[in-house]
């Protein structure tokens, strides 16, 4: 059987495309989730708002994005969107970014909304109450809980969108995927490119998720009531 006969030379000879992939990878989905983050924050408080004006085309973004596949918002963001303000291409890294971005921002909108939504609407009145506007409230009362409870739903999408990012290879991104498809159609063979892109995103994968999961057990430490209390047993921030 071809599997048993695996050869790890093939790989050792393109090395530098799956490293130079794993750094494509990582850029892609970095900076689509930060941007993504930033973006997806404003689109979330807009959502929230009471005002139509705002909240309606919040909703219409984000319904737009989720609905739609991925790999359809890249084609079209790649091949139409930027050669129609730009006049031209920017390239496989400008249009796979700007392409994550806006897919990243829907999901982390709906994190956000309902990450304040879970907050208990005291904490707003109460907040008020002392003084504090509706921006003050909001950002020094509301948004550092609901940023606690958003820890788990955002470690996920960052996963997800690394994943995802593997869909850029259709527009010619040198990342993991794409350095598989090289050695694949150089030596058709399959079994030893494709074993090894889906190992590297495994483990990419498996070291994010235990970022993320220190990251929550720091906050979770950090703001457990049980172990914030001082001597009279009153919890304290």
């Given at each position: 059987?071809?599997?048993?006969?695996?050869?790890?030379?093939?790989?050792w000879?393109?090395?530098?495309?799956?490293?130079?992939?794993?750094?494509?990878?990582?850029?892609?989905?970095?900076?689509?989730?930060?941007?993504?983050?930033?973006?997806?924050?404003?689109?979330?408080?807009?959502?929230?708002?009471?005002?139509?004006?705002?909240?309606?085309?919040c909703?219409l973004?984000?319904?737009?994005?989720?609905?739609?596949?991925?790999?359809?918002?890249?084609?079209?963001?790649?091949?139409?969107?930027?050669?129609?303000?730009?006049?031209?291409?920017?390239?496989?890294?400008?249009?796979?970014?700007?392409?994550?971005?806006?897919?990243c921002?829907?999901?982390?909108?709906?994190?956000?909304?309902?990450?304040?939504?879970?907050?208990?609407?005291?904490?707003m009145?109460?907040?008020?109450?002392?003084?504090?506007?509706?921006?003050?409230?909001?950002?020094?009362?509301?948004?550092?809980?609901?940023?606690?409870?958003?820890?788990?739903?955002?470690?996920?999408?960052?996963?997800?969108?690394?994943?995802?990012?593997?869909?850029?290879?259709?527009?010619?991104?040198?990342?993991?995927?794409?350095?598989?498809?090289?050695?694949?159609?150089?030596?058709?063979?399959?079994?030893?490119?494709?074993?090894?892109?889906?190992?590297?995103?495994?483990?990419?994968?498996?070291?994010?998720?235990?970022?993320?999961?220190?990251?929550e057990?720091?906050?979770?430490?950090?703001?457990?009531?049980r172990?914030?209390?001082?001597?009279?047993?009153?919890?304290?921030?």
């Amino acid at each position: 059987m071809e599997i048993l006969d695996f050869r790890w030379d093939i790989i050792w000879n393109y090395r530098d495309y799956f490293i130079r992939g794993i750094w494509v990878t990582l850029a892609l989905t970095l900076c689509g989730f930060f941007g993504g983050f930033i973006f997806g924050v404003f689109l979330g408080l807009g959502k929230n708002s009471k005002r139509k004006w705002l909240y309606w085309p919040c909703k219409l973004y984000i319904d737009l994005f989720r609905g739609t596949p991925l790999l359809v918002q890249i084609f079209i963001i790649h091949l139409a969107v930027i050669p129609s303000i730009f006049g031209h291409s920017l390239g496989f890294m400008v249009s796979g970014i700007a392409a994550l971005i806006l897919n990243c921002a829907a999901y982390v909108a709906e994190i956000i909304r309902a990450g304040i939504q879970s907050i208990d609407k005291g904490q707003m009145e109460a907040a008020r109450s002392l003084g504090l506007n509706q921006f003050q409230a909001m950002r020094k009362v509301i948004l550092p809980q609901a940023f606690r409870r958003m820890i788990p739903p955002l470690g996920n999408e960052f996963i997800t969108l690394l994943k995802d990012s593997s869909l850029v290879t259709v527009i010619a991104a040198n990342d993991i995927l794409y350095a598989a498809k090289v050695v694949s159609g150089t030596y058709f063979r399959f079994w030893e490119p494709y074993l090894v892109a889906a190992a590297l995103y495994l483990i990419l994968t498996f070291i994010v998720s235990k970022i993320v999961s220190f990251i929550e057990k720091r906050f979770s430490i950090e703001y457990n009531p049980r172990k914030n209390k001082n001597d009279e047993g009153r919890v304290v921030a």
